[in-house]
């Protein structure tokens, strides 16, 4: 860990947090994120506008992230069940939210998606909602055949006999990491 992380808060923003121009509410001393990806997802005028005045005013930083780090994020998806639930640009949040963990930042995920904040509390980050209350507990989910109940796989159809699979809450453990306000 380098001198000029430690000590770091970097606030990971989804989606919600830009829509509501989260990055702006934020004290000027932390490192406020997101990826290319989740930028792709703003397309209203007003919240493009917001995006822009942020940006221009260094109150946000678009941050890419390499294959390495999208490969791991993936392997956390996977092993919390949470892959299916996740779209491209969640992945690259989680990735990010790793990329700053390895630096020894606090990490503060803003988000609404119950799916990224199950992630984020997984690895023991901060957590808060922008409009809904933040998860108290991390599960870990397993598909499960409704018909002949074989465990495993993904969504979709059963190996075994063909029937739909559906996710199931297999592990939950405590959560004492998240905070609700700033």
């Given at each position: ?6 000590g770091?808060?970097?606030?990971v923003?989804?989606?919600?947090a ?16 997101t ?6 997802e ?8 917001s ?20 490969d ?17 640009a969640d ?34 980050l ?27 796989g ?29």
């Open positions: 860990m380098s001198s000029e992380s430690a770091c808060v970097a606030y923003l989804d989606a919600a830009l829509f509501a121009s989260y990055q702006l509410m934020l004290p000027p001393n932390v490192k406020v994120v990826t290319p990806e989740v930028m792709e703003v397309k209203d005028e007003v919240s493009r506008e995006l822009e005045l942020s940006l221009s005013a260094g109150k946000l930083d678009v941050v890419e992230v390499g294959e390495a780090l999208i791991e994020a993936l392997k956390v998806a996977v092993d919390l069940g949470e892959l299916s639930r996740l779209s491209k992945l690259s949040l989680v990735a990010l939210m790793i990329k700053y963990m390895r630096e020894g930042c606090s990490v503060v995920v803003v988000s609404d998606d119950y799916s990224i904040q199950n992630v984020a509390a997984y690895l023991n901060y957590l808060l909602g922008v409009k809904r209350k933040v998860i108290e507990r991390v599960v870990k989910y397993i598909w499960v055949c409704e018909g002949c109940g074989f465990r495993g993904s969504s979709g159809l059963c190996p075994v006999c063909g029937t739909r699979m559906v996710r199931k809450p297999l592990k939950v453990r405590g959560f004492e990491g998240f905070t609700t306000k700033l």
